[in-house]
């Protein structure tokens, strides 16, 4: 099996047993919006690097985390009503109500 099909396969099985994601950290990203993810991929998900969202969470603005002694985690829901959250119609909607 060549590396193609077995990326497509690994796809496959993840959509097939509930998960959304077969990436970025060598784990398929559950759909449970409770579920703890790691910086990587809370970014994936947002579709943003890993850098960009570290720089938002030390700036602020950007989804809310857990801090767990030292490691920093983010619950899937929190990422995707962030993101949801960024939802504009222009490139001059500021997001604020009129």
């Not at 099996?1 to 796809?11: C, G, K, L």
């Not at 759909?31 to 700036?59: K, Q, W």
């Not at 602020?60 to 920093?72: D, I, Q, S, Y």
């Amino acid at each position: 099996m060549d590396q193609q099909s077995s990326e497509t396969e690994t796809a496959r099985v993840a959509l097939d047993t509930g998960v959304a994601d077969p990436e970025p950290a060598g784990r398929p990203i559950p759909r449970d919006p409770d579920v703890l993810l790691f910086g990587a991929e809370a970014a994936y998900l947002a579709g943003l690097s890993v850098r960009t969202f570290e720089a938002l969470r030390l700036r602020g603005g950007g989804p809310p985390f857990v801090k767990l002694g030292r490691a920093v985690r983010y619950r899937r829901g929190d990422v995707l009503a962030w993101a949801a959250g960024k939802l504009r119609r222009s490139t001059s909607d500021t997001g604020e109500a009129a």
